[in-house]
């Protein structure tokens, strides 16, 4: 129409985060230089985060070692129970229809800077995979470029799928389809790709308008405490995820079970993964609907090697 404003322009396409060559010369310096600060450094300790608060783990400090060198103490996880999943749970319910109400330029923005940080911060991040999770160079780097592409990747999604869509033309009607968060999510994420998988399992969720919980790996929970600052580096709001660290087996566990869980995401081992598929099929009384999970399982394939 005449004296319109023009249109917004589309979103720019998406374009994979470029990893390290370290063929290169001076590539490996910047890695070469974390790697040596993270090694002089004083272990530090990564609280939980509930609600927004650093919180002390009820189960006491946890440390994370280099598997090459199992004396080297890398730094110290809180250790969450079960009784601190209660009010990471209720402050995820209480966040969420808020964080769903907000404008999706608002929760895709948030994604935009976290990738921005992390490659910001790729060197100290790559450092801490090699150190934490005993990747070589390459492949942590490229766990690295893999969850800034996440983040990317679900904004444009996230934009693309905004608006509602039509689905068919009755006369009279106006029928149309859109997307609405689910809820409250679990996401329990595995050492192998401790970065990335976290990354991807999380950000989707949130900038669809979810809340979440985070329960990395063991492992790597210094990784999984990384991450989660440089999200609330990024802006997301309090409350709207949630950082307990601690053992799958009581408080990944205790995180499934609860009915005000609406969702898990999971990334292991078939028999983890089938025992949460199986617990969280059992509806109790008092859940809010039927749990939805999402299960990437499996292990390792065999590999044949000959004298060539």
Same mark, same amino acid.
């Given at each position: 129409?005449?004296?319109?404003?023009?249109?917004?322009?589309?979103?720019?396409?998406?374009?994979?985060?470029?990893?390290?060559?370290?063929?290169?010369?001076?590539?490996?310096?910047?890695?070469?230089?974390?790697?040596?600060?993270?090694?002089?450094?004083?272990?530090?300790?990564?609280?939980?985060?509930?609600?927004?608060?650093?919180?002390?783990?009820?189960?006491?400090?946890?440390?994370?070692?280099?598997?090459?060198?199992?004396?080297?103490?890398?730094?110290?996880?809180?250790?969450?129970?079960?009784?601190?999943?209660?009010?990471?749970?209720?402050?995820?319910?209480?966040?969420?229809?808020?964080?769903?109400? &907000?404008?999706? /330029?608002?929760?895709?923005?948030?994604? *935009?800077?976290? %990738?921005?940080? =992390? !490659?910001? #911060?790729? @060197? $100290?991040?790559?450092?801490?995979?090699?150190?934490?999770?005993?990747?070589?160079?390459?492949?942590?780097? &490229?766990?690295? /470029?893999?969850?800034?592409?996440?983040? *990317?990747?679900? %904004?444009?999604? =996230? !934009?693309? #799928?905004? @608006? $509602?869509?039509?689905?068919?033309?009755?006369?009279?009607?106006?029928?149309?389809?859109?997307?609405?968060?689910?809820?409250?999510?679990?996401?329990?994420?595995?050492?192998?790709?401790?970065?990335?998988?976290?990354?991807?399992?999380?950000?989707?969720?949130?900038?669809?308008?979810?809340?979440?919980?985070?329960?990395?790996?063991?492992?790597?929970?210094?990784?999984?405490?990384?991450?989660?600052?440089?999200?609330?580096?990024?802006?997301?709001?309090?409350?709207?995820?949630?950082?307990?660290?601690?053992?799958?087996?009581?408080?990944?566990?205790?995180?499934?079970?609860?009915?005000?869980?609406?969702?898990?995401?999971?990334?292991?081992?078939?028999?983890?993964?089938?025992?949460?598929?199986?617990?969280?099929?059992?509806?109790?009384?008092?859940?809010?609907?039927?749990?939805?999970?999402?299960?990437?399982?499996?292990?390792?394939?065999?590999?044949?090697?000959?004298?060539?």
């Amino acid at each position: 129409a005449a004296g319109a404003p023009p249109a917004a322009p589309p979103p720019p396409g998406f374009v994979n985060a470029a990893s390290t060559d370290f063929t290169r010369p001076g590539a490996a310096a910047p890695l070469q230089e974390a790697l040596t600060a993270l090694q002089n450094a004083s272990p530090a300790e990564w609280p939980l985060r509930i609600n927004g608060r650093a919180v002390a783990g009820g189960g006491g400090w946890q440390g994370s070692v280099n598997p090459a060198q199992p004396e080297q103490v890398l730094g110290h996880w809180a250790v969450a129970t079960v009784a601190q999943v209660e009010p990471a749970v209720i402050a995820a319910r209480a966040a969420q229809p808020r964080w769903e109400a &907000a404008p999706i /330029s608002v929760r895709t923005a948030i994604l *935009r800077r976290l %990738a921005d940080r =992390m !490659e910001a #911060r790729r @060197a $100290p991040l790559t450092a801490l995979e090699i150190l934490e999770a005993g990747k070589p160079w390459a492949e942590a780097d &490229a766990d690295v /470029s893999e969850a800034i592409d996440f983040c *990317r990747y679900y %904004a444009l999604e =996230m !934009e693309r #799928r905004a @608006a $509602p869509r039509l689905t068919q033309k009755v006369p009279g009607e106006r029928n149309e389809s859109s997307f609405l968060a689910r809820g409250v999510g679990v996401v329990i994420a595995p050492w192998n790709f401790p970065l990335a998988i976290l990354c991807g399992m999380t950000t989707a969720p949130l900038v669809a308008g979810n809340t979440v919980i985070l329960k990395p790996a063991e492992q790597t929970s210094l990784l999984g405490a990384e991450f989660f600052a440089l999200l609330e580096e990024a802006g997301l709001p309090p409350g709207v995820a949630h950082l307990l660290t601690g053992p799958g087996e009581t408080v990944g566990a205790a995180l499934v079970e609860h009915p005000e869980v609406d969702f898990i995401a999971f990334t292991g081992s078939r028999p983890v993964g089938t025992s949460i598929y199986e617990t969280a099929g059992r509806t109790s009384a008092s859940s809010r609907g039927l749990k939805k999970v999402i299960c990437e399982m499996g292990g390792k394939n065999a590999l044949i090697l000959d004298e060539t």
